[in-house]
Every structure is written in C-alpha cells, then in structure tokens.
C-alpha cells in the first residue's frame, strides 16, 4: 500500500467535505465509547478484588473477519478492569499505565463469552488487575490482559 492510501485509510471520517459521519460523530454524547463498548454486558457477580461479567458478542465489536476486535477486546480489558478498583471502594479507578493483552482464540457474533476481572494489587498508588475473556459455553479462553492503573494520591486538605 502506498503511503497517500495509508493516510487516507487512517483519516476516515477526518474533516473535509467528502466526510457523511463527521456531523453525526460529533453530536454524540461525551463517553459514547463506554456505552458502545458495555452495550449488553451483564454483571454475573461482584466482590471486593472481582468481577465476572457476560455479554453475547454484538455485531458492532466485529473487526473485518467478522469475529470479535481486538480493540473491542482491548476496551473491555480496560473497563471491566477498572471496574474491579471501585470493589475496593475508591471514588476513582485511575488511569492507565499500561495495558498488555494476549489473544488466544476469537469470538463471534452471537456467541456468548465471560469476562472475568481480579485484582492481583490494589494499593495505595497503584493497582494490577488481570482480565480474562472466556468462551462461556466451553471456557476456552480468548484472551487474557493484566491492567496497571495509577491511583492519584488523595489529599488530605
């Protein structure tokens, strides 16, 4: 691919008049990604340090293979994972320090898979989570992520 059709593959729906979507993506609500994202998951079970979530894979979280995006992997990773700090009841889940995925097998539409959050750490400044998305109905295992987070120091004032 030349390096003109690379560009113009990246900058879909990027300004200029040839852009359909640019005034539809800019009118959506701030935190649109969370929502598009957790559309339909479920919560199965929550304690202090996990949580085990479900949800049938939506045809929008489908890459060009038509199995589950590895980006959408990444998000859930990400949300689910965070969702694991507030267990310990932190007013904040932090921000993200490093986010490491492994991707072992794929998804598809329909299919209904787990997502499963630990706490490996939650301490004063930083937290380690590990996330695991599962086939529900085999348990094989689609993807497994470990999630850093900073926690701000809360101040005392």
Known sequence: MDLETVKKYLEKGV???????AS???????RF????????????HIEQG??????KVPPRLLNAG??????????????????VVYTYGASSSG????????YLDSA???????IEAKALRVGKTVA??????????????????RHTKYLAVQSKI
Request: a negative charge; charged letters at 20%; proline letters at 1%.
């Open 15 to 21: 300004g200029g008049g040839d852009d359909k979507n």
């Open 24 to 30: 539809a993506i800019n009118g959506m609500p701030s």
């Open 33 to 44: 990604f969370e929502n598009f994202i957790m559309q339909g998951l479920h919560v199965d």
């Open 50 to 55: 996990r949580v085990l979530c479900s949800m």
């Open 66 to 83: 038509n199995f589950l995006h590895g980006g959408a992997t990444a998000s859930l990773v990400d949300l689910v994972g965070s969702a």
């Open 95 to 102: 921000v993200s320090v490093e986010i490491s995925l492994t």
């Open 108 to 114: 598809y539409v329909g299919e209904e898979i787990e």
């Open 128 to 145: 380690v989570i590990t996330v695991e998305l599962r086939k529900k109905k085999t348990g094989k295992i689609i993807a497994q992520g």
